[in-house]
Every structure is written in structure tokens, then in C-alpha cells.
T-cell receptor, first 115, second 113 residues
Framework: DTGVSQDPRHKITKRGQNVTFRCDPISEHNRLYWYRQTLGQGPEFLTYFQNEAQLEKSRLLSDRFSAERPKGSFSTLEIQRTEQGDSAMYLC?????????????FGPGTRLTVL | LAKTTQPISMDSYEGQEVNITCSHNNIATNDYITWYQQFPSQGPRFIIQGYKTKVTNEVASLFIPADRKSSTLSLPRVSLSDTAVYYCLVGAMGMNRDDKIIFGKGTRLHILP
């Protein structure tokens, strides 16, 4: 399968713990995005990378959130000191840079539950 | 970033054509209009994209009037498997623009037998 993969698919943690999610984009895609989605809402943009550079971060991304994309390949999203409000589906997507904006390919998501 | 407004939900029957209209009054000159589909517990999936007039692919058609302040996604002969949330997005990624897309709440389409 050459699509976007995310790991783990589900994560249950206790409030105050740190969690890390991984996203493996489609190999030739230079752009990688992170979104968060809560029930009944559309995905909310968190941040995106072009190659290894993090080009934009949403105001939703508090200091407890950090994302990396070393070497411009896979990416990790870490949430420190999790809160119950962090419970959501975390989606990763990748695309090729271009005009018009190229299709974003989404992974299956990581569902986080903070108890 | 141009905001979009679309109906919260729609019902239709199998075999019917479904049209979902999206308003984007402050669309910018270099913004494109893109539609995504999302099934429960899955990530969104690209359906179609356009800039002006009409675009058609094997899944849907996208109608964009001359003023580009709205767009209509047309799904021909829907089936039960078309039940999903449909998002209208407006944005232009690339040089000189914000490089993110904003999802609204989408339109929940429910196809009835």
C-alpha cells in the first residue's frame, strides 16, 4: 500500500501523559499536513511542512504540541501533558507542491482518547 | 482566507442527482475551489477541483458561475455508498498565499433507499 499511513490508529492515555503520533506520507510528496478533527466538525488545520521545514502553525497548536519532520520524510506529532480536550482524531495528509493546489491524500488518522 | 457556507445536511434517494451548493463570497482571484468527501472514521478524500466554469470527472461535476462567489457539486445517480460528509474548500496553495486549507463543517449527505 503506497498511501499515507499513521501509527498508532488508536491511543488511550491518562491526563498529563505525553503521546507521540507518527505519519508516513506518500514517498514522493514534499508537503505534509497535520489536522485535528472532533466529532461533528471538519478537520482543523494544525501545521504543515514543506520537506523538512515547518512553514506554518495554527494558533490551535499550543506550546504543548510539537511536530517534526526530520529529513523531510515521516513526521511526528507530540502532545505533552495531555488534557481531556485533546481527545480527537489526528489526521495527517500529504501532497505535492504545485499550482493549482494539489490533492491532499489523507491517512486513516490516529484517534486519541484522554481519560 | 475565503470562508465557505454550505448546507448542514441533505437527504436524497438512490438514483437521484444531488447538487450541493457552497457560497464563498470573498473568494480571491487565485483561489481554487475543491471538494472533499469523508466517510466515518476515515480521512477526507479528494473529489474534484476547479477554478471557473465547469469541471467533470468520473465521480462528479463542479459548476462555478462567472462571479465565482458560489459553486455547486453535482453527484449523478447517487447510491447508498455516497452517504458521507462533503466539504467545500477555497484556497490557493503555493507561492504568495497562505498554504493551508480550511475545512468548514461540511454537508452531511444521507442517501435513502
Amino acid at each position: 500500500d503506497t498511501g499515507v499511513s499513521q501509527d498508532p490508529r488508536h491511543k488511550i492515555t491518562k491526563r498529563g501523559q505525553n503521546v507521540t503520533f507518527r505519519c508516513d506520507p506518500i514517498s514522493e510528496h514534499n508537503r505534509l499536513y497535520w489536522y485535528r478533527q472532533t466529532l461533528g466538525q471538519g478537520p482543523e488545520f494544525l501545521t504543515y511542512f514543506q520537506n523538512e521545514a515547518q512553514l506554518e502553525k495554527s494558533r490551535l497548536l499550543s506550546d504543548r504540541f510539537s511536530a517534526e519532520r526530520p529529513k523531510g520524510s515521516f513526521s511526528t506529532l507530540e502532545i505533552q501533558r495531555t488534557e481531556q480536550g485533546d481527545s480527537a482524531m489526528y489526521l495527517c495528509a500529504s501532497s505535492l507542491d504545485g499550482i493549482p493546489p494539489n490533492e491532499q491524500f489523507f491517512g486513516p488518522g490516529t484517534r486519541l482518547t484522554v481519560l | 482566507l475565503a470562508k465557505t457556507t454550505q448546507p448542514i445536511s441533505m437527504d436524497s434517494y438512490e438514483g437521484q442527482e444531488v447538487n450541493i451548493t457552497c457560497s464563498h463570497n470573498n473568494i480571491a482571484t487565485n483561489d481554487y475551489i475543491t471538494w472533499y468527501q469523508q466517510f466515518p472514521s476515515q480521512g477526507p478524500r479528494f473529489i474534484i477541483q476547479g477554478y471557473k466554469t465547469k469541471v467533470t470527472n468520473e465521480v462528479a461535476s463542479l459548476f462555478i458561475p462567472a462571479d465565482r462567489k458560489s459553486s455547486t457539486l453535482s453527484l449523478p445517480r447517487v447510491s447508498l455508498s455516497d452517504t458521507a460528509v462533503y466539504y467545500c474548500l477555497v484556497g490557493a496553495m503555493g507561492m504568495n498565499r497562505d498554504d493551508k486549507i480550511i475545512f468548514g463543517k461540511g454537508t452531511r449527505l444521507h442517501i435513502l433507499p
